[in-house]
């Protein structure tokens, strides 16, 4: 499984962005699929995910802010961030997860940088 992240860049505070995370298989393949982000001399942490079934989960700083979607027909999930924050700007990782029998396998696509600036 390959993940292919875009869609990152520099965004006023106030501002919209769009991140695409493109899977190199049908994303009904994964258990869950979203994007996670790292901030400078920050932990990774969780932005959005979204369940195989359709249910999501958002941290709380980016709830009613950012809305993640999947386009069935293009292998994709995108984030959609609204109202960005200059706390928001990180680096975005895209990521999915595959539960098998023992331990689940995890992928990560490239990170894309997010740039919150005036």
């Known amino acids: 499984v390959q993940l292919q992240a875009s869609g990152g860049g520099l965004v006023q505070p106030g501002g919209s962005l769009r991140l695409s995370c493109e899977a190199s298989?049908?994303?009904?393949?994964?258990?869950?699929m979203g994007w996670y982000r790292q901030g400078p001399g920050k932990q990774r942490e969780l932005v959005a995910v979204m369940s195989r079934g359709g249910s999501t989960n958002y941290a709380d700083s980016v709830k009613g802010r950012f809305t993640i979607a999947r386009d069935n027909a293009k292998n994709t999930v995108n984030l959609q961030m609204n109202n960005v924050k200059p706390s928001d700007m990180a680096v975005y990782y895209c990521?999915?997860?595959?539960?098998?029998?023992?331990?689940?396998?995890?992928?990560w696509g490239q990170g894309t940088q997010v740039t919150v600036s005036s």
């Open positions: 990521y999915a997860r595959i539960e098998r029998p023992g331990l689940p396998s995890i992928y």
């Open positions: 298989v049908s994303i009904f393949t994964m258990n869950y």
